[in-house]
Antibody, heavy 119, light 111 residues
Framework: EVQLLESGGGLLQPGGSLRLSCAASGFAFSSYAMTWVRQAPGKGLEWVSA????????YYADSVKGRFTISRDNSKNTLYLQMNSLRADDTAVYYC????????????WGQGTLVTVSS | QSALTQPASVSGSPGQSITISCTAT?????????VSWYQQHPGKAPKLMIY???RRPSGVSNRFSGSKSGNTASLTISGLQAEDEADYYCSSETSISTFVLFGGGTKLTVL
């Protein structure tokens, strides 16, 4: 059974940093691209970032480029999102998801972790 | 304003069929080939319902189907059931540096 478990969310002030983790199990982690998608309270889904299975290529939404870094440790079956220079509009539930057929389709999702940026 | 436009809400009675549209309204959406649809119940993670325009993941009911014509993709749900009441999001690749885009979402109400 595929399982994705996010952790690392919390409350922090603008300008702060946070690292999210997503522990994966139940599939060949290194064979699949992974992605982060976020959802601000009461709003729609927003794609944030993706990384291919080897970790050799990464992709970012314009809204987070230069501030967020996606990475993965295939030996630990874990996906990360390092978030720096956080702003109030980064407040959201952050989901990790497993991708299929490249980086465009997300067939399994975690339960999400809430990041709140507020002074 | 997303470059993928969905109706804010649709409704239908049990047993009926409904269609949710997703129109690419920007030149940022080029190709519009990698279309997918997600269902999200309140407080839950999204669930993939349709991918690659019209492919259904294993375990998803055949009451859900996808199609595309020109710059408009559609999700059709036949034989509406109470459990189908949820938010639905379309998604596509883009030609700009944001690689994946979601539509604004459609709230489906089963009357």
């Amino acid at each position: 059974e595929v399982q994705l478990l996010e952790s690392g969310g919390g409350l922090l002030q603008p300008g702060g940093s946070l690292r999210l983790s997503c522990a994966a199990s139940g599939f060949a982690f290194s064979s699949y691209a992974m992605t982060w998608v976020r959802q601000a309270p009461g709003k729609g889904l927003e794609w944030v970032s993706a990384i291919i299975g080897s970790g050799g290529s990464t992709y970012y939404a314009d809204s987070v480029k230069g501030r967020f870094t996606i990475s993965r440790d295939n030996s630990k079956n874990t996906l990360y999102l390092q978030m720096n220079s956080l702003r109030a509009d980064d407040t959201a539930v952050y989901y990790c998801a497993k991708a299929i057929l490249g980086i465009y389709f997300f067939d399994y999702w975690g339960q999400g972790t809430l990041v709140t940026v507020s002074s | 304003q997303s470059a993928l436009t969905q109706p804010a809400s649709v409704s239908g009675s049990p047993g009926q069929s409904i269609t949710i549209s997703c129109t690419a309204t920007s030149s940022d959406i080029v190709g519009y080939n990698y279309v997918s649809w997600y269902q999200q119940h309140p407080g839950k993670a999204p669930k993939l319902m349709i991918y690659d325009v019209n492919r259904r993941p294993s375990g998803v009911s055949n009451r859900f189907s996808g199609s595309k014509s020109g710059n408009t993709a559609s999700l059709t749900i036949s034989g509406l059931q109470a459990e189908d009441e949820a938010d639905y999001y379309c998604s596509s690749e883009t030609s700009i540096s944001t690689f994946v885009l979601f539509g604004g979402g459609t709230k489906l109400t089963v009357l």
